[in-house]
């Protein structure tokens, strides 16, 4: 292989004009990086600018400014045809006049392969997907998931360096859609090509991804492992949209390399030793972000650093975790606890105004830029 | 209650509609059939085969083809076999004409986006509804004037004279036809996803393989209904015909108009019984291609 990476965006602007004449920047200025083997995910709300990216990479688009690179080349202005990447269309984009044979046949057929080749690879194409004997129904005729199995073994067939993949799973329901997504990072795994998955579904590119870039707005806000994105989001955009996250305003009062002390007037409290995200400097205005799975409710006696009182507004049971809404010296706090044990008890529920103490580990939050 | 108890004031109205559609036609057709030369009252069907005609008076009473006898005298008259092939000349070659340009027309205004855009789409419809007559006189105009112009320019003499024939009256088929098929192909056009282009380029195909491979055989359906739905207006053409034919086009309904004029035989009716077959069998045609193209497939 010609590069360290698979895929590299360079500075990366693509400019629509809006029917109101407007220009907007649907991309705007992303650099990533994408090395061999990896499974990428672009992760955003939709028009945050990864299906454009995405279709930058395919060649459906061109960049207004900056460069796509494919395996170290500069892609400039080479048509689909001619880059070694293939897609899975959202909708799959199945040729309905085709047989399920024919289509995974298709790309192998343009390539000029000889018909025993094409036989030989459709085969195993279909196999990995677990759809042999499928080959002569139309995609009309098959479930979602059976054609969205059918678009990953066209596109597979052709053996791209990279396989570009856009929300292939968003039109499957929710246990389908899990089943399918252990089985793409399998296959992904088995084949060693570099995926670029495109997802608007959090849970989805945690699962999946060695690496997620987190966009909005055409930009990239954060790119990282999903332990990094999700522990150590680097700006307040991140910990809000990836997960949830309590917010808390204060000041830094001392700053050390990696923590910071910070005051936060709600609590009246002064919070020593908490991890901070970079670029912070002394006397800067901050939040403060804490996920409410790591917030614990403690023992009512308990007593020391850490503790605060707050009283129950609302509880809610959603199965496998209750969710408690506190406010603490008037600050709402929402805290998630799993439930490890059955709560069949109405006594083993919080009730609206119980008090209770909740337990603040300052290594569990995370000061951050005020945005 | 049902609510969708027929009333007889529904019955009354459809039975008025199919009566008044189709009584027309059914009487039509009898009349090809028709014992009597005269066809003003019907002497019931000719009874029997014979070697020769036998006529009482203006009453067929056996022939050599028995009830079929006017189609068998049709078949005999030389000007129904021309002007029967000047129709199809005609029909075929400007809807194979029209039927690419529609198409490609349709493919062009879905595909890219130009400053006359709306001018273009509005001037489809113009020609569909401008009265025929008005589009009659003007294509005259034009082609008069043009051919005018270029006889007296180039001093053209005797047969090498341009003057109306087939090739003019085929030339305003095709500029009424190509509206048709544009409005019809854009019809399947605007269902019609991109991404399945992006998809056969993304395989590896070029435009043109794309479009011969994929996006040509999705729309198909589409531009067949087109070229059919042409092709049975350039059969029935009359108005436009009627202006720019010359010697040698008469088509089959300029001819019936013309019969018309002097007797009615029962030739007509063959004729048009003939004809109506051959236009019903169009229209099953492109409704069986249009119930092709919507019926999904079910899955076992």
């Known amino acids: 292989m010609a590069s360290e990476f698979a895929v590299e965006l360079r500075d990366v602007v693509k400019r629509f004009i809006t029917p ?28 945050c600018g990864k299906t454009t990216s995405l279709r930058m990479i395919a060649g459906f688009e061109w960049p207004s400014e900056g460069e796509v690179y494919i395996e170290g080349r500069a892609m400039g202005h080479t048509p689909p045809y001619q880059r070694k990447v293939n897609t899975v269309f959202q909708n799959y984009a199945l040729f309905q006049h085709m047989t399920v044979y024919q289509n995974v046949a298709f ?52 053996t791209p360096d990279v396989l570009l993949l856009d929300e292939p799973l968003g039109a499957l329901d929710l246990k389908l859609r899990k089943e399918m997504q252990l089985e793409l990072k399998a296959l992904q795994q088995q084949l060693g090509i570099t995926f670029i998955y495109v ?80 670029g912070l400097v002394n006397g800067e205005e901050v939040v403060v972000s804490i996920r409410p799975e790591k917030v614990r409710i403690a023992e009512k006696a308990a ?54 103490t909740i337990l603040l580990m300052p290594e569990n939050t995370l000061v951050l830029k005020k945005d | 209650m049902n609510p969708h108890r027929r009333s007889p004031l529904i019955l009354a109205a459809t039975t ?14 009898l009349y090809s059939f028709n014992a009597s030369r005269a066809n003003i009252k019907f002497e019931g069907f000719i009874p029997s085969f014979s070697e020769r005609v036998v006529m009482d008076g203006s009453t067929v009473k056996s022939s050599p083809c028995g009830p079929f006898h006017w189609f068998c005298e049709l078949s005999k008259n030389d000007d129904v076999i021309e002007a029967a092939g000047n129709t199809l000349t005609i029909a075929f070659t400007a809807t ?15 595909r890219y986006d130009f400053k006359l855009k709306p001018f273009s789409q509005i001037s489809l419809y113009i020609p569909i509804v401008i009265p025929e007559i008005v589009m009659g006189i003007g294509i005259l105009t034009l082609f008069s004037q043009f051919f005018g112009w270029v006889n007296a320019t180039f001093g053209l003499t005797g047969d090498a004279r341009l003057s109306l024939g087939i090739a003019t009256v085929t ?120 119930s092709r193209e919507e019926k999904p497939v079910r899955a076992k």
Not at chain 1, 315 to 324: A, C, F, K, L, R
Not at chain 2, 237 to 242: K, L, N, Q, S, W
């Open chain 1, 20 to 47: 109101e004449g407007n220009e907007i920047a649907a991309v705007d200025h992303v650099t990533m990086q994408i090395k061999n083997g990896e499974f990428f995910s672009m992760l955003g709300s939709s028009g």
């Open chain 1, 107 to 158: 790309g192998l057929e343009m390539e000029g392969a000889s018909p025993d080749e094409i036989k030989k690879r459709v085969a195993r194409a279909l196999e990995m997907v677990q759809l042999t004997g499928m080959e002569r129904r139309r995609p009309r005729q098959l479930s979602g998931g059976q054609q969205q199995r059918v678009a990953v073994a066209r596109a597979l067939v052709k």
């Open chain 1, 199 to 278: 997802t608007h579904d959090q849970e989805e590119a945690l699962t999946m991804s060695d690496r997620i870039a987190v966009m909005s707005n055409g930009q990239v806000r954060q790119m990282g492992t999903p332990v990094e994105i999700y522990e150590r989001p680097t700006n307040k955009f991140v910990a809000d949209f990836i997960g949830e996250s309590n917010f808390l305003e204060g000041r830094i009062k001392s700053i050390s390399a990696k923590e910071a002390s910070v005051f936060i007037p709600a609590l009246n409290t002064e919070v020593k030793g908490m991890p901070m995200s970079q």
């Open chain 1, 303 to 356: 007593r020391g650093e850490g503790l605060f009182k707050g009283r129950v507004l609302t509880s809610v049971y959603i199965g496998s975790d209750t969710h408690v809404y506190l406010d603490v010296r008037g600050v709402r706090i929402k805290v998630m606890e799993q439930n490890r044990i059955s709560r069949l008890d109405p006594s083993s529920f919080y009730v609206k105004d119980q008090e209770v």
């Open chain 2, 16 to 29: 008025l509609v199919y009566f008044f559609l189709y009584a027309p036609i059914v009487i039509l057709v």
């Open chain 2, 96 to 110: 194979i004409i029209a039927t690419i340009i529609g198409t490609m027309a349709a493919i062009a205004m879905q």
């Open chain 2, 171 to 290: 030339v305003s088929h095709i500029a009424f036809m190509v509206p048709f098929v544009t409005l019809v192909v854009q019809a399947r056009l605007q269902g019609f996803d991109k991404s399945f282009e992006e998809a056969a380029m993304d395989l590896g195909a070029n435009e043109w393989t794309t479009f011969r491979r994929v996006t040509f055989p999705m729309i198909l359906p589409g531009v067949l209904s087109g070229a059919l739905l042409a092709f049975t207006l350039s059969l029935d053409d009359f108005v436009i015909t009627f202006f720019t034919n010359g010697p040698g086009s008469t088509t089959l309904p300029i001819y019936v108009y013309g019969l018309l004029r002097r007797i009615i035989t029962p030739q007509v009716n063959a004729l048009s019984t003939v004809w109506i077959l051959i236009v019903f069998m169009a229209v099953l045609l492109l409704q069986w291609l249009q």
